[in-house]
């Protein structure tokens, strides 16, 4: 079965928020590892989380809601969506 390699830019929902605490937050959610750092303007950082999942119906919509339940998460944008055969 093919798996999802999916990119999500998730922004702070304040620019005070602290992106290491942020990141933190993330990893303990959703278990990922490959977070980057993405300087966006005037000193605000938004994350590119990366992730591989399965490629079935709701996988997708399930990561998203679990970066939207963090409270300093405030938007999220679907970067990139590749199928591979990982």
């Known amino acids: ?13 304040d ?9 933190d937050q993330i990893k303990e959610k ?3 590892e490959k977070i980057e750092k993405e300087p966006i303007a005037f000193g605000l950082v938004a994350l590119k989380v990366t992730t ?3 490629d ?3 996988e997708i ?6 970066l ?10 679907t970067v990139n969506i590749s199928r591979t055969y990982i």
């Open 52 to 54: 591989l999942l399965e």
């Open 30 to 32: 959703t278990g990922e």
């Open 68 to 77: 939207k339940s963090i409270e300093d998460v405030g938007e999220i944008e």
């Open 15 to 23: 620019s005070n928020i602290d992106v290491e605490k942020l990141i």
């Open 56 to 58: 079935k119906e709701g």
């Open 1 to 13: 079965m093919a798996n999802v390699m999916i990119t999500i830019r998730v922004m702070p929902a």
């Open 61 to 66: 919509e399930k990561f998203e809601n679990a």
